[in-house]
C-alpha cells in the first residue's frame, strides 16, 4: 500500500506518509502512553512506513526515548528526523534554546543518546530565532554532516526568506543545504501558499505537512452550535471557527458522506494531491485506530471535482506580491502572455 518518496532535492527515499510523534508519551498531561505508542508505530511500520518525525524537545524527551527503543531492533531501516531549537518554556538558561551552534550541537547530541543512535537521518532546524546569524546556522549543520552524526538538512517554521537565503548560501559556499520544509498546512491554513510553498518548488524541497486536520476543526469537532448571527463561533475548549472554516466543515463532511469515507482521509488526501509542492503528510494521532484510518486514505485519492470543490470553498486572497503581478501582466508582456511558453515557470499562479 505504501509507495516510497525521493525527499527533495535528495536520494534519501522515504514513505509517502511521514509518522508524527510528538504524541508518544504522557509528560505533558496527554498523549499516548508507550504501549500505545509501539501500537501506531508496528501499524506505520506493517504499512510500510519508514519515516518517523520527533524532537528534541517532544514530551520532555520522552518521545525520542520511545523512539529509540522501537526502532532499535532494525535501526537501518528507518528514516529518522529530529529538531533543535526549543527548550522548556521554564528553562533560565539563555543558551538551552534557539538556533545557537552551542545549542544545535548539545540538542543533537541529546538526541543521539535518547534515540540510542549515532546518527540521525534529517536534522530540522525547529524554529526561526530571528538572532542567529545564517551563516552560523548553515556552517554548524554542515560540519554536523560532515561528521556524520547527520545525514540530510532540513527546516521548519522559517520565512521563506532566509530558508531561501540559506540555501543560495549553502549552494556558493559548497555547505549541505535543506531538502525539506515542514509547515503548518490544512485546508483552514493555506497561507503558506503565498510565499513558502513556491519558494520550497523552486529549491526542489520536499514539504513535510503538520496540523492537516486543523486541530480538529475540520472534523466538525467545534462545529456551530450558537447564535448564526455572531460572526465568530465558539465552543468549550475556546476555539474559533469562523463562518469561512464552517463552509470548509460543511464540505468536507459533504464529500466523506457522498464517497463513503472519513472525513479524516478526505482532509489528508487534499494535502496529499496538492500540485502546489511535494507534498508528505505528517500523520499525528493519539490512537493506533486514528493511524489506521489516516493510512487508509492512501487506497483512494479525491477526484478533480471534489479537489476543486475543497479547492474554492477553502480559498485565499493572496495580496501583494502574487495578485498584484498577475493582474499587471499586460504591463510586462502586452497581449502577448499566452503566446509564450515558458519552461522556466517554477510556479504557476493561475
Given at each position: 500500500?505504501?509507495?516510497?518518496?525521493?525527499?527533495?532535492?535528495?536520494?534519501?527515499?522515504?514513505?509517502?506518509?511521514?509518522?508524527?510523534?510528538?504524541?508518544?508519551?504522557?509528560?505533558?498531561?496527554?498523549?499516548?502512553?508507550?504501549?500505545?505508542?509501539?501500537?501506531?508505530?508496528?501499524?506505520?511500520?506493517?504499512?510500510?512506513?519508514?519515516?518517523?518525525?520527533?524532537?528534541?524537545?517532544?514530551?520532555?524527551?520522552?518521545?525520542?526515548?520511545?523512539?529509540?527503543?522501537?526502532?532499535?531492533?532494525?535501526?537501518?531501516?528507518?528514516?529518522?528526523a529530529?529538531?533543535?531549537?526549543?527548550?522548556?518554556?521554564?528553562?533560565?538558561?539563555?543558551?538551552?534554546?534557539?538556533?545557537?551552534?552551542?545549542?544545535?550541537m548539545?540538542?543533537?547530541?541529546?538526541?543521539?543518546?535518547?534515540?540510542?543512535?549515532?546518527?540521525?537521518?534529517?536534522?530540522?532546524?525547529?524554529?526561526?530565532?530571528?538572532?542567529?546569524?545564517?551563516?552560523?546556522?548553515?556552517?554548524?549543520?554542515?560540519?554536523?554532516?560532515?561528521?556524520?552524526?547527520?545525514?540530510?538538512?532540513?527546516?521548519?517554521?522559517?520565512p521563506?526568506?532566509?530558508?531561501?537565503?540559506?540555501?543560495?548560501?549553502?549552494?556558493?559556499?559548497?555547505?549541505?543545504?535543506?531538502?525539506?520544509?515542514?509547515?503548518?498546512?490544512?485546508l483552514?491554513?493555506?497561507?503558506?501558499?503565498?510565499?513558502l510553498?513556491?519558494?520550497?518548488?523552486?529549491?526542489?524541497?520536499?514539504?513535510?505537512?503538520?496540523?492537516?486536520?486543523?486541530?480538529?476543526?475540520?472534523?466538525?469537532?467545534?462545529?456551530?452550535?450558537?447564535?448564526?448571527?455572531?460572526?465568530?463561533?465558539?465552543?468549550?475548549?475556546?476555539?474559533?471557527?469562523?463562518?469561512?472554516?464552517?463552509?470548509i466543515?460543511?464540505?468536507?463532511?459533504?464529500?466523506?458522506?457522498?464517497?463513503?469515507?472519513?472525513?479524516?482521509?478526505?482532509?489528508?488526501?487534499?494535502?496529499?494531491?496538492s500540485?502546489?509542492?511535494?507534498?508528505?503528510?505528517?500523520?499525528?494521532?493519539?490512537?493506533?485506530?486514528?493511524?489506521?484510518?489516516?493510512?487508509?486514505?492512501?487506497?483512494w485519492?479525491?477526484?478533480?471535482?471534489?479537489?476543486?470543490?475543497?479547492?474554492?470553498?477553502?480559498?485565499?486572497?493572496?495580496?501583494?506580491?502574487?495578485?498584484?503581478?498577475?493582474?499587471?501582466?499586460?504591463?510586462?508582456?502586452?497581449?502577448?502572455?499566452?503566446?509564450?511558453?515558458?519552461?522556466h515557470?517554477?510556479?504557476?499562479?493561475?
Amino acid at each position: 500500500m505504501m509507495r516510497y518518496q525521493l525527499l527533495g532535492k535528495s536520494g534519501l527515499r522515504v514513505s509517502q506518509l511521514c509518522l508524527g510523534t510528538m504524541t508518544f508519551g504522557e509528560t505533558w498531561g496527554w498523549g499516548a502512553s508507550k504501549e500505545e505508542s509501539q501500537k501506531q508505530f508496528d501499524l506505520f511500520a506493517e504499512a510500510g512506513g519508514n519515516f518517523v518525525d520527533t524532537s528534541v524537545n517532544y514530551t520532555d524527551g520522552t518521545s525520542e526515548e520511545f523512539l529509540g527503543d522501537f526502532i532499535h531492533v532494525d535501526r537501518e531501516h528507518f528514516v529518522v528526523a529530529s529538531k533543535y531549537t526549543l527548550t522548556r518554556t521554564d528553562s533560565v538558561n539563555p543558551n538551552s534554546g534557539g538556533n545557537s551552534r552551542k545549542n544545535m550541537m548539545q540538542s543533537v547530541e541529546r538526541s543521539l543518546k535518547r534515540l540510542k543512535t549515532d546518527y540521525l537521518d534529517i536534522l530540522y532546524l525547529h524554529v526561526w530565532d530571528d538572532t542567529t546569524p545564517i551563516e552560523e546556522i548553515m556552517r554548524g549543520m554542515d560540519d554536523l554532516v560532515r561528521s556524520g552524526k547527520v545525514m540530510y538538512l532540513a527546516v521548519s517554521d522559517t520565512p521563506s526568506w532566509a530558508v531561501s537565503a540559506a540555501n543560495m548560501m549553502a549552494e556558493l559556499r559548497g555547505w549541505s543545504r535543506f531538502v525539506g520544509l515542514q509547515i503548518p498546512y490544512s485546508l483552514v491554513r493555506r497561507d503558506s501558499e503565498r510565499d513558502l510553498l513556491p519558494m520550497a518548488k523552486y529549491w526542489d524541497m520536499a514539504v513535510l505537512p503538520w496540523g492537516i486536520l486543523g486541530q480538529g476543526i475540520l472534523l466538525g469537532k467545534y462545529s456551530a452550535n450558537n447564535n448564526s448571527d455572531d460572526p465568530t463561533r465558539f465552543n468549550k475548549d475556546n476555539i474559533k471557527v469562523s463562518e469561512r472554516a464552517q463552509k470548509i466543515v460543511d464540505e468536507v463532511a459533504r464529500i466523506a458522506d457522498e464517497i463513503g469515507k472519513s472525513k479524516s482521509q478526505v482532509c489528508v488526501n487534499w494535502v496529499r494531491q496538492s500540485q502546489h509542492a511535494q507534498m508528505i503528510p505528517i500523520l499525528g494521532a493519539r490512537g493506533a485506530d486514528q493511524l489506521a484510518d489516516n493510512i487508509a486514505s492512501l487506497e483512494w485519492s479525491l477526484t478533480d471535482e471534489h479537489m476543486a470543490s475543497l479547492n474554492e470553498v477553502s480559498k485565499i486572497e493572496y495580496g501583494l506580491p502574487r495578485d498584484f503581478f498577475i493582474s499587471s501582466r499586460q504591463y510586462a508582456f502586452g497581449k502577448t502572455y499566452d503566446m509564450i511558453d515558458n519552461h522556466h515557470a517554477n510556479y504557476h499562479y493561475d
